[in-house]
């Protein structure tokens, strides 16, 4: 009699804490669906490039020399300033605006398009290996299509034809290259507003 005394007591006790870590669960799942739910905020062109590149490290130098939170080529930096001060942070975003800027009209002339963020990232990293396949996406690097895509999650504007492991696949193939809500975004970027 004893014996199952303390057999229903443990059973008892079972029960009481499956039910508690059901009910844990729940409000987890219930919390863990409310932080999903709320909406994503994306990034300023120059925040995220600065990010992708440097880590917005404004004193940042690469392995080739690249100096700023933008990783600017040193002859590059001084075909567009002056100034020493690379790690001013609004003068590193008025050089790689310039440069950005007449890239993105280049690829324009040569495409009949606006750059998506995709193609802006590329012409930021690797303009010449991106002329040098006609600017198709597919036939750039492996290593700089996924920092592209990185680079297109942060500003928010995902890559309609994006690569599938640089393999020349896509995920999906539509027309546009940029969303409206992008294109006033890169508009402002490449005006310096952004």
Not at 37 to 60: F, K, T, W, Y
Not at 101 to 125: H, K, Q, S
Not at 148 to 156: C, E
Request: net charge positive; with cysteine.
């Amino acid at each position: 009699m004893a014996e199952t005394r303390i057999n229903s007591g443990k059973a008892i006790a079972l029960r009481s804490q499956a039910r508690f870590a059901i009910r844990n669960t729940a409000r987890c799942l219930l919390v863990l669906g409310a932080v999903l739910a709320l909406p994503c905020v994306a990034l300023p062109i120059r925040q995220a490039l600065g990010m992708i590149e440097s880590g917005n490290d404004d004193h940042a130098v690469g392995s080739a020399g690249e100096i700023s939170r933008y990783q600017i080529k040193k002859d590059i930096w001084r075909t567009y300033s002056f100034s020493a001060e690379f790690w001013d942070e609004k003068e590193a975003w008025r050089i790689a605006d310039k440069v950005l800027t007449a890239r993105a009209e280049e690829f324009r002339r040569c495409t009949g398009r606006a750059p998506a963020a995709f193609d802006i990232y590329v012409l930021w990293n690797a303009p010449g290996q991106f002329r040098s396949v006609g600017y198709q996406p597919q036939l750039i690097s492996r290593v700089v299509a996924e920092r592209a895509m990185r680079f297109a999650n942060l500003v928010g504007v995902p890559e309609p034809r994006a690569l599938v492991g640089g393999n020349g696949k896509t995920e999906k193939d539509s027309g546009s290259a940029v969303r409206p809500e992008g294109a006033r975004q890169l508009a402002s970027a490449m005006t310096g507003r952004n």
